[in-house]
């Protein structure tokens, strides 16, 4: 399994069993200006090493980039709790997903909307 297909993997079990908000899925245009929460996603391979000298099993390592977008501080925290309970311990084709860094918090003027950003860190199963 490489990079690519983590992603896809990845955007599909978001895709499959998330309906909290609408997705700003990473590298598309995205209009909010109609919309009062939503969460940003983007699948971020971090590192791949060689577990052989031949290089035939490889490990990886990466991170979810996750950030929520509401009107109020207790929305966003509501909406963060289902996406980490959505990915909490899950396996995904051959990737565990593991530990979540809570990275910022906040409000955001310009769109008058309270933000949290975190990663969901995930690791190759062996």
Do not use: C, P
């Given at each position: 399994?490489?990079?690519?297909?983590?992603?896809?993997?990845?955007?599909?079990?978001?895709?499959?069993?998330?309906?909290?908000?609408?997705?700003?899925?990473?590298?598309?245009?995205?209009?909010?200006?109609?919309?009062?929460?939503?969460?940003?996603?983007?699948?971020?391979?971090?590192?791949?090493?060689?577990?052989?000298?031949?290089?035939?099993?490889?490990s990886y390592k990466g991170y979810l980039d996750i950030s929520v977008y509401a009107e109020t501080r207790f929305r966003v925290?509501?909406?963060?709790?289902?996406?980490?309970?959505?990915?909490?311990?899950?396996?995904?084709?051959?990737?565990?997903?593991?530990?979540?860094?809570?990275?910022?918090?906040?409000?955001?003027?310009?769109?008058?909307?309270?933000?949290?950003?975190?990663?969901?860190?995930?690791?190759?199963?062996?």
């Amino acid at each position: 399994m490489g990079l690519l297909q983590s992603k896809k993997d990845f955007e599909q079990f978001l895709y499959d069993n998330y309906s909290e908000t609408d997705v700003h899925w990473a590298g598309t245009k995205f209009d909010v200006s109609n919309k009062t929460e939503w969460i940003y996603f983007e699948y971020v391979g971090a590192s791949v090493s060689s577990l052989s000298l031949n290089d035939v099993n490889k490990s990886y390592k990466g991170y979810l980039d996750i950030s929520v977008y509401a009107e109020t501080r207790f929305r966003v925290n509501e909406i963060a709790d289902i996406v980490i309970d959505l990915f909490d311990g899950k396996k995904i084709s051959n990737m565990f997903v593991r530990d979540v860094e809570i990275l910022s918090t906040g409000t955001i003027i310009d769109i008058n909307k309270s933000y949290i950003d975190f990663n969901i860190n995930i690791a190759t199963t062996k």
